[in-house]
Structures are given as structure tokens and as C-alpha cells.
């Protein structure tokens, strides 16, 4: 087993989790088999009941565990799905240990941090390590170096780096060099503590990242090479990128890829990045600019959709448009017509996923501009829902249609609970969650999208829509057109307009740089090719 621990030390948010996937995208480059486990250290046993405010969207992965973000960036990254046990979390850990407590499997032993709690760590990530088959397993260790949230998962990899001996494992610490003042002076101090904070910890990093507006001079790499005890080669400068999936090519060239494989005893090779050497190039390509509306709830954060924004930056390495994402509080669009207005002018709008009242009547007033406007619309979740609640209402004529989340009492529940939500009663992993299994109509738009009529996405719902207004729904034009194997409504799409679908999944988490999503490809294709209308003057046909 080898392993690569990327900590972080100074501040958060330094990027972490796409150092941590950029690392593994330089190993898999190499034909290494490579994982990542994240480890989160909160009482959380998942993220699913966590504010998107505070820590960003909540990420599903296949199994149904809802799980931090970072685990979108490694499958984006790696171009893998991973599961549940990827994701650690100290909750789910002390509810290990205490399992095995209350059922005597200690024999009489005081349970205790040290060994108990570091051996469910170090058990935990073995386990990953035996059933993913990697050769390599990145941990990133979240937080940073010196909380006291921390200490028991350093303490197990230092414990875990010892027990493999020499050339199993490399510590690779993320810092901020923070350039302050009006000559913009590089300070490394923050460094340079940071890493004595880690040493007191009984842990050496093997490499440096070192983030910051800007590059590393040569002088400044060798001041925290000196300082900071490791070779002025293994100070890694990742100033910060337009893009981040750049950040693989940027630890490249500074032969990140060769130290580490040298340093586990790895066959280094010619790394292959052919496939997201061209990401890039037709992602910077420039091209018709897009303008995507996104009417949403958590809109102050960026971070609380950041799959279905890299989605967009996925679909603009394809298409080589430009796209622009901008965002609409959904709160204030009824009483701001102004701004309605703006959405109505939109290339394209999105209506992401979200839960409770808040903002409902904003969404539903943008799918209706959508709607009646034709302008493509993609609705997820959420969006898919009050979709179904507009046209209930100003097409089928039933005013006060809801989602029974927003009124439980309405007269015409077009969405209402699903029927085994009704008993349950604790918050945590209780919706319908994970991958299932779809069945598209093969005469449908959506079958023509993806280019088959059998489909597997991701859930995250307690509500669906009432089978029996789907009648009504089609005799105006909107058809189900892709149902799950238990029956429940999939996918909505409106006839006669460009593009107007909704999916009670959510696709933004199947997208990757590589293969964008097909409906994100599509919503934006509607957009170029209803601003590019075809010019009024008939071209001369060519004389053969
Ligand atoms: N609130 C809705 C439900 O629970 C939609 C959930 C979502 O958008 N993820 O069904």
C-alpha cells in the first residue's frame, strides 16, 4: 500500500481537494491506479445535513452517501466514480468504535483515542486501499494543521507511515504564501510555522504547495526550502489558475509526477494528458458568448452549485463557447420585474436543485418566462418540480397547484411526498438517494439526448411528481418521457419548444471534463442555435 496524505496549513479553502485530485490525475496520467479518500474531520457523520452556506453543495455519489464536494472534484478529476467509504468523516468513526464498544469487542480494554480511535482510521483507509484495487491512495486530511478536530487522523497516518516504512508514503502540505503590501512582498512565515506545526505532530512533508496570487520566485522556493527542511525542488509554486483543471499541468512542470513516483518506487513513464490537453485548448478557444440565468437559493455562494457550474466549465471545453453564469436570488425575482426581465433575456436558464418555501414563487415565475418565451430551460431537482407546479397552474388553469412541501394542505399536489417518506422521521441519509435505474421513451427528446433509452443518474428527493396529473400534463404538450423502474417520474419535456426539460435527478453530478453531460450539452447547444438564427439572406448554393 502507498499513500500520499495532502494536509493544509495557514488557512482553509486553499484549494486542497484540486491539489489533492490534480495529484491523482498525475498518477493516473502514468496508468497508476490510483483513489482518494477525504477525510472530514466535523461530528457529521455525512454532509447530507449540512448547510449548503456553510460547506457547499452536499455531493451524491452512486451508493446514495451524501458526501463533501471535494468528492465531485476527485470523480471530475479521476474520471471515477467512488462510494461511501471515501469519505470519512470523525462521525462516522467515533460511531464505529462505539458500535464496537457496546458490543464488548474490546474485551474489557478502556476505549481511548489512541489506539482505538487511529486504528478505525488506519482500518478505514486499508480497507479503501484492499477494495479499490489502487496501487496509490491519496487521504486528504480536511481542516487545517493545528485544529484540534484533526489531531487523531495526523496521528494515525503519522502511526500509518511508520508501519509501512520508508518509500510508502509522502506528505504533501498545502500552504498560502500571502503577497502583502504595495510592492506585493511574498511572505513565507505563514509557511514556515505552519510546517513546524506539522513537525511537532511527528510529520515531515515531502512536498510543499505553496498557493498565492502569484508564482515563486526561485529565491523565495529556496528561503522555504531552507526553512522548512525539504529540497528546493520539492516547493511546488500553484499561483492561482483560470481554470482549475489546469492545476495537474501546473504541478507537471514542475516535475511533481516524478518525485513522488520516485519517492514510492513507482515505474515513472511519459505521462499521457492528450484527451485534457484538448479540454483545454477548446475550453480557452473563445467563441459565442452564453449567457445561462441561474435561478437558485444559495446564489452569495458559488460553492453550493459547484457541480452544475462545472458542468458548464465541461460543456465549454467541448462546444469551445464562452458561457457565462449569472445569478438570480429567486427570492427577489416577483418583486424585482427588472430582474425577471434580465432572466426572460437569458440565453438559457437553469433551475437547480434546493429545498423548502423559500424562493419557490421566484423559480416558478422563471420557468415561466422560460416556458412561454422559449427560452431553453433545464430544471433539476427542485427545478423539475416547481416546473410541474407552474404548468399546473398557468396552463392546466389549477391556481393553487403545489409541491406539498410548500403547502401541505394544497386542493392539487402535483408534487407531493413519496409514499415511503411518509413514516420517517430523522433527518440524516432518509431521502431517495443514489443511482437508479431509467427508462427513457424511445421516441423522446430525451432518448435523442442521450443516444439510448436506458439511463443511470443520481438522487436526492423526498418529493416526486403525482402520477395523476400526468394525463392532463400531456394532452397540453408536456410528456414524461422517462420513468424509474418503481414508476416514478423522471424526466418532463415540453413539446414545440426549443428546449424545456426537466429531471427529478440531478446529471450535474456525472459530468466531467471529458464527457460532459449530455443535457448540459444540449441546454446550451439550444442557446447557440437559437442565437445564431439563420441569417435571412439565402446562401448561393456552391456550383458543384
Ligand atoms: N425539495 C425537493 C425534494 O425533496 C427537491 C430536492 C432537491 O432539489 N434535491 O423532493
Not at 411 to 417: K, R, T, Y
Request: proline letters at 6%; hydrophobic letters at 40%.
Amino acid at each position: 500500500m502507498k499513500v500520499i496524505v495532502v494536509s493544509g496549513g495557514v488557512i482553509s479553502g486553499l484549494g486542497k481537494g484540486i491539489t489533492t485530485s490534480s495529484l491523482g490525475r498525475l498518477l493516473k496520467a502514468r496508468n497508476i491506479r490510483v483513489t482518494i479518500v477525504k477525510i472530514d474531520p466535523y461530528l457529521n457523520v455525512d454532509a447530507g445535513t449540512m448547510n449548503p452556506y456553510q460547506h457547499g453543495e452536499v455531493f451524491v455519489l452512486d451508493d446514495g452517501t451524501e458526501a463533501d464536494l471535494d468528492l465531485g472534484n476527485y470523480e471530475r478529476f479521476l474520471g471515477q466514480n467512488l462510494h461511501g467509504a471515501h469519505n470519512l468523516t470523525t462521525g462516522k468513526i467515533y460511531r464505529a468504535v462505539i458500535e464496537k464498544e457496546r458490543r464488548g469487542d474490546y474485551l474489557g480494554n478502556t476505549v481511548q483515542i489512541i489506539p482505538h480511535v487511529t486504528g478505525e482510521i488506519k482500518r478505514m483507509i486499508r480497507d479503501v486501499a484492499e477494495s479499490s484495487g489502487a496501487q496509490v491512495v491519496l487521504v486528504e486530511v480536511g481542516g487545517t494543521v493545528g485544529d484540534i478536530e484533526s489531531m487523531p487522523f495526523l496521528e494515525a497516518l503519522r502511526e500509518m507511515s511508520y508501519e509501512l516504512g520508508e518509500g510508502h508514503m509522502a506528505f504533501v502540505h498545502t500552504t498560502l504564501v500571502p503577497f502583502i503590501g504595495p510592492a506585493a512582498e511574498a511572505k513565507t512565515k505563514p509557511t514556515q510555522h505552519s510546517v513546524r506545526e506539522l513537525r511537532a505532530i511527528g510529520i515531515r512533508p515531502t512536498l510543499i504547495v505553496a498557493r498565492g496570487t502569484a508564482p515563486l520566485t526561485p529565491d523565495l522556493k529556496a528561503k522555504i526550502s531552507l526553512f522548512c527542511d525539504v529540497p528546493p525542488e520539492a516547493v511546488i509554486s500553484v499561483p492561482d489558475q483560470s481554470t482549475v483543471y489546469d492545476v495537474p499541468l501546473v504541478l507537471e512542470a514542475q516535475g511533481v509526477g516524478t518525485i513522488l513516483t520516485k519517492l514510492l518506487g513507482l515505474p515513472d513513464c511519459e505521462p499521457e494528458y492528450g484527451a485534457w490537453r484538448e479540454f483545454l485548448a477548446t475550453y480557452r478557444r473563445g467563441g459565442t458568448e452564453i449567457r445561462v440565468a441561474v435561478v437558485g437559493k444559495y446564489t452569495e455562494l458559488m460553492d453550493a452549485y459547484l457541480s452544475h457550474v462545472e458542468a458548464f466549465h465541461h460543456v465549454q471545453g467541448h462546444l469551445g463557447c464562452q458561457i457565462h453564469l449569472d445569478w438570480y436570488d429567486a427570492e427577489d425575482l416577483p418583486r424585482t420585474p427588472t430582474a425577471l426581465a434580465r432572466v426572460a433575456s437569458a440565453d438559457a436558464i437553469l433551475v437547480p436543485g434546493g429545498f423548502g418555501t423559500r424562493g419557490v414563487e421566484g423559480k416558478i415565475a422563471a420557468i415561466r418566462m422560460a416556458r412561454e418565451q422559449g427560452v431553453p430551460f433545464l430544471g433539476v431537482c427542485y427545478g423539475f418540480q416547481v416546473a410541474a407546479v407552474e404548468f399546473a397552474r398557468n396552463v392546466l388553469h389549477l391556481p393553487n397547484a403545489n409541491t406539498t412541501e410548500v403547502d401541505p394542505t394544497t386542493e392539487d399536489p402535483v408534487v407531493s411526498l413519496l409514499e415511503e417518506q411518509k413514516g420517517v422521521a430523522t433527518m440524516g441519509a432518509t431521502m431517495r438517494l443514489g443511482t437508479q435505474r431509467i427508462s427513457l421513451d424511445p421516441g423522446s427528446q430525451a432518448a435523442q439526448i442521450y443516444g439510448k433509452t436506458e439511463i443511470w443518474e443520481r438522487h436526492r428527493h423526498r418529493y416526486e411528481i403525482h402520477p395523476k396529473y400526468l394525463d392532463r400534463f400531456r394532452a397540453h404538450g408536456l410528456k414524461a418521457t422517462g420513468l424509474s423502474v418503481d414508476g416514478r417520474v423522471e424526466v418532463l419535456e415540453l413539446e414545440g419548444h426549443p428546449f424545456f426539460v426537466g429531471v427529478q435527478y440531478h446529471p450535474e453530478f456525472l459530468s466531467r471534463p471529458e464527457a460532459p453531460h449530455p443535457l448540459y450539452l444540449e441546454l446550451v447547444q439550444a442557446a447557440l442555435a437559437r442565437k445564431e438564427v439563420p441569417s435571412p439572406v439565402p446562401t448561393a448554393t456552391p456550383i458543384p
